[in-house]
């Protein structure tokens, strides 16, 4: 008999005071208990919504009875077929416009907690399961990922376990990308990420850092080294300024730049040999996660007071509903429907405060989205010794202007097909941020996926 | 890991070394830079290329020891590691076509100007070096610079070797004598290009700064060591670190160099502290 209970199983997370002067991790995940009683909660319907709404497409119904039999390994076996970083995934997919949102139980309730059972699945087996997977038999070809982030490190691991000799390229120190730089520990602890890496290079992956393809290396030079094909998945790594007056102020960060400080260098561990601004008062301009993270963290190094100044409402903020909601728990401030003008500077060049402009919403533009228009004479003066801009990125340049014959967009983005990842170089191919500019962990890796697939065809039929 | 080959003292504060980097080395030009970590805990920090062996797959790194990450970098010798070395970043200088050129180094400075200099003159420019110190004992580089150039002037601030005064001074000269420049290349302290443009501006001669921000990543994925060239924003690690000097804010450059004052004092008093003072 299922478990009709309206509601998901709560996650015992830390306290909201205590967690935001910490950097440990905010959810603590499921217990055995728990697991098992929300995988009760799961109506095993034929049609299986969920599944349509994962990017990967994960067999979710069968894991979570798996779960349910109390079998966590086996369930495990059934998430890694389709994804090849679930304790990521269970922590940072905005499941609330995937997979759970397909949830039959979610018409009349709450859905089951899918990303909860993945995130105790993964953590259930990098606790108990020591054993190293088996390195798949080589089938003798090369191939070689450009990026590390989740678009290289899933088609690194899938093309591994078809037998390829996989070497991932990494611009900086340290594997993982945007889960290394950007997401902040008390979201996603580096230790995760790094199992996981070490999950892949048991598989014969060889991750080689500090290697800025592009510059040490080109596209054309790994191709003539005998890299069958080369897949870029180097991200949207191109901070957005607002071009607005006082933006070189000194306590003006981009997002990139304050986070890469605090999670990448650990600016926030004494010890670490990299500085960062302890501010008092700071605003973080953006609304999505990466602004969501960049204020918490504002938070943990001390601020008194943090804000979020977005230009559209509550409705429109892009980052995950949980993050906003965790964000307003442990004291950041949303000014919505703001706008900054300019950021005013002291005769030493700090920002002492920026001037914001109040919006209202207009008509719905091409988006579909309603279009944030001035208030005329609205101006005010918010009081801050910080400005963190989260306005978004776009992809590094650096892979365009060092390879001939790679089609972009305008805005950077590798034109390639959605089928395969092909972009207009044979034995070339792309996806993730890359691809479509900011967007999520598991787009991207469904866009790993995807090229590992169609480079395992072209490769195979060229053989 | 990246071994040091070799380790030279030039001078009491400037070290030189040759790193085994043999990827960089073969791909490295004039003008580029490298961002390295010397442990763990380590901060990422840009240095210059000074020099490239291809063959023996070592790039030479100059570096003077004014804070913490330098002093740690400098305890290092021959045979030991460094945890990250990585490039070569930035866009080479651009030396094509200059027929005659005067390459000021300030400092250790002059570590990035001498591969200029060196470059201009195996294309067979004419090449006029001056070199700037604040005394004797920090002259760096001086046998390198002179047989490179067909002018060389070596300049101190106390008169204490060479002639006495400024970079500026040797150069209001040598244009006060009737030399004429396709283009100055100046690179040193920021308040040194500042004071080079000032003089080429009045005398319209194209002047190259090679400027020198705080970097992370050397990427171009943080921003932080943007600078406003020309009205715009520029990123020194992508776009850079090379620059037309006429369009540098060097007021807003030398602001934002001093962001981390406090923390850095701090950090280097931590590690270089002989007389066990307290760290505040």
Not at chain 2, 183 to 203: D, Q, R
């Amino acid at each position: 008999m299922p478990n009709m209970s309206l509601k998901k199983n709560e996650m015992p997370s830390q306290a909201p005071d205590v967690r935001n002067k910490n950097f440990l991790e905010v959810a603590l995940g499921y217990t055995e208990e728990q697991a098992l009683d929300e995988a009760q909660r799961c109506l095993h319907c034929k049609n299986k919504p969920c599944v349509a709404g994962c990017p990967v497409g994960i067999h979710i119904p069968d894991f979570i009875a798996k779960v349910a039999e109390g079998d966590f390994e086996g369930a495990y076996q059934i998430i890694t077929q389709s994804s090849s970083l679930p304790a990521v995934c269970g922590r940072v997919c905005p499941q609330e416009t995937q997979c759970e949102q397909k949830c039959v139980r979610g018409i009349k309730g709450e859905p089951v907690g899918i990303g909860r059972l993945e995130r105790f699945v993964a953590d259930w087996h990098n606790k108990n399961v020591c054993e190293a997977p088996r390195k798949p038999a080589p089938n003798g070809h090369k191939v070689a990922v450009i990026g590390s982030g989740p678009s290289g490190l899933t088609c690194a691991g899938d093309l591994a376990k078809k037998g390829y000799a996989v070497t991932v390229f990494e611009a900086l120190h340290t594997a993982g990308g945007v889960l290394v730089y950007g997401i902040p520990e008390f979201r996603l602890p580096k230790d995760i990420v790094q199992k996981e890496i070490d999950g892949l290079k048991a598989l014969g992956v060889d991750v080689q850092t500090n290697m800025v393809i592009g510059r040490v290396l080109s596209i054309d030079e790994l191709l003539e080294q005998g890299y069958e094909a080369v897949f870029i998945g180097s991200g949207a790594g191109l901070p957005r300024f607002m071009n607005i007056p006082g933006e070189n102020l000194k306590g003006v960060y981009s997002a990139n730049e304050f986070l890469t400080r605090v999670n990448l260098m650990k600016a926030y561990q004494p010890g670490s040999d990299t500085p960062i601004e302890h501010a008092k008062r700071v605003a973080v301009v953006g609304g999505g996660n990466v602004a969501m993270d960049a204020a918490r963290c504002a938070k943990r190094l001390g601020a008194e007071e943090v804000f979020i100044v977005y230009r559209r409402s509550e409705k429109e903020l892009p980052a995950r509903a949980e993050e906003v909601e965790h964000a307003k728990e442990e004291g950041i401030v949303f000014h919505l429907l703001n706008n900054p003008t300019q950021i005013l500077g002291d005769e030493n060049g700090n920002v002492k405060g920026m001037e914001c402009i109040r919006m209202e919403l207009g008509e719905p533009d091409a988006s579909g989205r309603r279009r944030p228009v001035e208030v005329p004479g609205s101006e005010f003066t918010l009081d801050v010794d910080c400005v963190i801009m989260a306005i978004g990125t776009s992809p590094n340049p650096l892979i365009k202007s060092t390879t001939q014959g790679l089609e972009t967009q305008k805005w950077g983005g590798i034109i390639v097909n959605e089928e395969t990842g092909l972009t207009s170089r044979e034995g070339v191919y792309a996806g993730g941020d890359a691809v479509t500019g900011a967007a999520t962990v598991i787009l991207a890796m469904g866009a790993g996926k995807t090229a590992a697939t169609a480079i395992d065809e072209y490769i195979q039929s060229k053989a | 890991m990246y071994r040091i080959v070799k380790k030279e003292v030039l001078n009491p504060t400037v070290t030189r070394m040759d790193i085994e980097a043999p990827l960089i080395a073969k791909k490295a030009e004039p003008g580029q830079f490298i961002i390295l970590r010397v442990d763990e805990k380590g901060e990422r920090i840009p240095l210059t290329v000074a020099d490239f062996d291809r063959e023996r797959g070592t790039v030479t790194i100059i570096f003077q020891i004014v804070g913490a990450t330098t002093e740690k970098l400098n305890h290092l010798e021959e045979g030991g590691c460094l945890q990250d070395f990585v490039g070569p970043l930035g866009r080479p200088s651009e030396t094509e076509g200059l027929k005659k050129v005067a390459v000021i180094g300030g400092g250790v400075g002059c570590a990035i100007a001498y591969p200029v200099a060196k470059k201009l003159h195996q294309q067979g420019a004419e090449v006029h070096s001056i070199v700037g110190f604040r005394n004797k004992d920090l002259v760096i580089l001086e046998e390198e610079f002179r047989a490179v150039s067909s002018k060389f002037v070596m300049m101190t601030d106390d008169g204490s070797y060479g002639e006495k005064g400024l970079v500026t001074n040797a150069l209001e000269k040598l244009i006060a004598e009737g030399e004429t420049y396709d283009e100055v290349i100046a690179i040193g302290p920021l308040v040194m290009m500042k004071f080079v443009v000032k003089l080429t501006k009045e005398h319209n001669i194209k002047t190259v700064v090679s400027m020198n921000p705080i970097m992370i990543d050397g990427t171009g994925m943080c921003g932080g060591c943007r600078l406003t060239v020309g009205g715009k924003t520029k990123f020194a690690c992508v776009d850079g670190p090379d620059f037309d000097g006429f369009e540098v804010d060097f007021d807003e450059a030398m602001a934002r160099g001093t962001m981390y004052r406090e923390f850095e004092r701090h950090a280097y008093e931590e590690t270089c502290n002989l007389f066990q003072k307290e760290v505040k």
